[in-house]
């Protein structure tokens, strides 16, 4: 690859510094660096260790000084919703206080007093979790009112590590409209929503697109690394960037299968009407003015879990080879129930529903991780059936991406479940999506459009449909 850009994808499980740049008409990708990413415990907070996770992306950078060709830029994206906070002179006032952390319990309901849940939803379009900005913005404000009063610069995760490579401070749109504090019609903050909940509105930055070239490397980075290239901003939302690499079809349904799997489609336009309000879908802000009207499912989250419950002695494979091997009797577990967002034990957790609610109780390996994916797929399938519902429309296939779509047994599950045709990958949709944007902000690609045609040419894509077995059943 003569031009070539770096895609950093940081989801909650794992990041991974990917070069790609196009190769006789197709995207080739060379994955340069991959690392680990977990939540931490820090100063009593669930926590992200974002000074280790810059330094993964400078290991990233700085292993590409020994290539004869230099990247011509590099993009960031992560998970939505966290922040950290700066004060003045630029210092740290926050740690980066992960979505899961338990001290936004109980502060949506005092938001809501506030501000009407409609009102919210018909202004943001966004759906309500716990666990959105606004409301890690309205604990703080309870919890540490101190630290806000300081605060001069609100930086969510990918434009934190923006600043630490450029020095430039903005907040890019679609990871932006994951706080559920910028107005879907005028794609920018909504000063009425802060000042009502008592925000510092000056500490919120440019709203900038995805394809803004945000700066290049700080003069001491550049130096470091070897090189400087150009700052990029893809959709830093994941699941924006994601979504991207998703072959078009009117009638297709994404599941951006990860830690978390978000599942929706694509629109032109935010859809707040009632039912989508009580169906609790949203309308994150994608790139070229998009919408991705999606759901959050407690996704794979639940299994990664699992796998650490059990030590990490077995591989994400071995859980679904011995799920494989259990025969139907599985309990049904709501997944999206709030008590498996983050539990002492996953594995106690699931047996312990099952227990309350008079149901099998799963026990070997093999039991609890089919119990995870046949309840994966069931809220896959519901959540399918609202999407119907709202846009009073059949969808005919589901694309399912990410690292999840290398489970053939749930995508089995989901096309047996939907009776639906599932096309699975590709695995690295996210990254994909990121070197799109970089792509089309360099003049290589021309739009979205071609650049889907180009991820169908380039990158396996597997089928499944209703399984015959099922079939006769
Ligand atoms: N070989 C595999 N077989 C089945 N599932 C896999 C495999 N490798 C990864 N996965 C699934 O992919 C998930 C990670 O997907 P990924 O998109 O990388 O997550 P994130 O971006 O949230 O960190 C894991 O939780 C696991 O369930
Ligand atoms: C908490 C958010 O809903 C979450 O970040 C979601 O939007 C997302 O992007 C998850 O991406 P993963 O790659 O971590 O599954
Ligand atoms: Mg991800």
Not at 52 to 63: A, C, H, P, R, V
Not at 132 to 153: C, D, G, H, M, R
Not at 249 to 266: A, N, P
Not at 425 to 434: D, L, M, Q, S
């Amino acid at each position: 690859m003569k031009t070539y850009c770096l895609s950093v994808d940081i989801g909650a499980s794992s990041g991974r510094v990917i070069a790609g740049g196009l190769e006789n008409g197709k995207l080739e990708l060379v994955e340069v660096h991959r690392f680990g990413n977990q939540i931490i415990e820090k100063n009593n907070h669930f926590c992200w260790d974002i000074e280790s996770l810059f330094q993964e992306i400078i290991k990233g950078i700085k292993k590409c000084s020994a290539f004869d060709e230099k990247p011509v830029s590099i993009g960031i994206d992560t998970w939505g919703v966290d922040f950290v906070l700066l004060d003045g002179n630029d210092q740290l006032l926050t740690d980066a206080i992960a979505y899961r952390d338990p001290r936004t319990d109980g502060i949506m309901e005092e938001v809501t007093e506030i501000f009407m849940k409609e009102r919210l939803y018909l202004e943001t379009g966004i759906q309500f979790q716990k666990f959105n900005s606004i409301y890690q913005l309205a604990a703080l404000k309870k919890q540490n009112p101190e630290v806000l009063e300081k605060a001069k610069t609100f930086l969510m995760i990918p434009d934190y590590l923006n600043f630490l490579l450029t020095g430039v401070k903005a907040n890019e749109y679609t990871n932006a409209t994951t706080t559920q504090l910028i107005n879907a019609f005028t794609r920018n903050w909504d000063k009425e929503i802060i000042d009502r909940l008592g925000l510092n509105f000056e500490m919120f930055q440019e709203v900038m697109m995805p394809k803004t070239v945000l700066g290049n490397l700080k003069e001491e980075l550049a130096e470091e690394c070897g090189f400087d290239m150009n700052v990029v901003l893809p959709a830093t939302h994941d699941t924006g960037s994601a979504v991207l690499s998703v072959p078009q079809s009117e009638d297709t349904i994404y599941i951006s299968s990860g830690t978390w799997s978000l599942i929706g489609v694509e629109n032109y336009f935010p859809i707040c009407v009632t039912k989508a309000l009580d169906y609790n879908f949203t309308n994150e802000g994608g790139m070229d003015y998009q919408f991705r009207f999606l759901k959050n499912i407690m996704g794979l989250w639940m299994i990664q879990e699992v796998k650490r419950n059990y030590g990490n002695r077995y591989s994400f494979a071995d859980l679904v080879e011995m799920s494989k091997g259990v025969n139907g009797g599985t309990a049904i577990v709501n997944v999206d129930d709030e008590r498996f967002l983050k539990p002492e034990n996953m594995i106690e957790e699931i047996q312990k529903y099952c227990m309350e609610t008079n149901q099998q109780v799963p026990v070997e390996p093999g039991e609890i991780a089919n119990c995870v994916f046949e309840n994966l797929a069931a809220s896959y399938k519901n959540a399918i059936a609202e999407i119907e519902d709202i846009f009073e429309k059949e969808f005919h296939t589901i694309n399912v991406i990410g690292g999840g779509s290398q489970n053939e047994l749930l995508n089995q599950l989901i096309a047996d479940t939907t009776n639906k045709e599932v096309f699975a990958g590709p695995v690295e949709a996210t990254a994909i999506g990121n070197l799109i944007a970089q792509l089309i902000a360099l003049g290589e690609i021309s739009d979205i459009a071609e650049a889907r045609s180009i991820v169908k040419q380039s990158f396996e894509v597997k089928k499944f449909t209703r399984s015959t077995v099922n079939l006769q059943d």
